[in-house]
């Protein structure tokens, strides 16, 4: 059983920057999984903000992400992560990480595709 744990977030002034860990505990290893990173903003749908393949050969961004966050991985230490740069007041959000069924991947993140979650971290973007 694969467990999910954030953390990284915080209160931030608009245009600074934010770095979000996911660790998997469990077995299989992280590397099996692709992950994504949801948002859920307050009166808002929780959305897709990144994807990351298991293999790490292919990602999906949200538009409204796009050029301002990364998404990486390091499998050797279990970890997938969210750089978050230029942020602005409507990033405020609780961030999730996520992981599907092993070895899947899609070309957008379904939110009902996905099996395990984390708590949540939040992010404030904030003057």
């Not at 931030?12 to 290893?29: A, E």
């Not at 990486?72 to 969210?82: I, K, T």
Request: with cysteine.
């Amino acid at each position: 059983q694969l467990q999910l744990v954030e953390s990284g977030g915080g209160v931030v002034q608009p245009g600074g920057s934010l770095r979000l860990s996911c660790k998997g505990y469990g077995y299989p290893p992280l590397e099996y999984y692709s992950i994504a990173w949801f948002r859920h903003a307050p009166g808002k749908a929780r959305v897709a903000v990144s994807c990351v393949s298991s293999t790490d050969r292919d990602t999906y961004y949200a538009d409204s992400v796009r050029g301002r966050f990364t998404i990486s991985r390091d499998d050797a230490n279990n970890s997938v992560y969210l750089q978050m740069n230029s942020l602005e007041p409507d990033d405020t959000a609780v961030y999730y990480c996520a992981a599907p069924r092993p070895h899947w991947y899609s070309d957008y993140p379904w939110e009902g595709d996905f099996e395990y979650w984390g708590q949540g971290t939040q992010v404030t973007v904030s003057s």
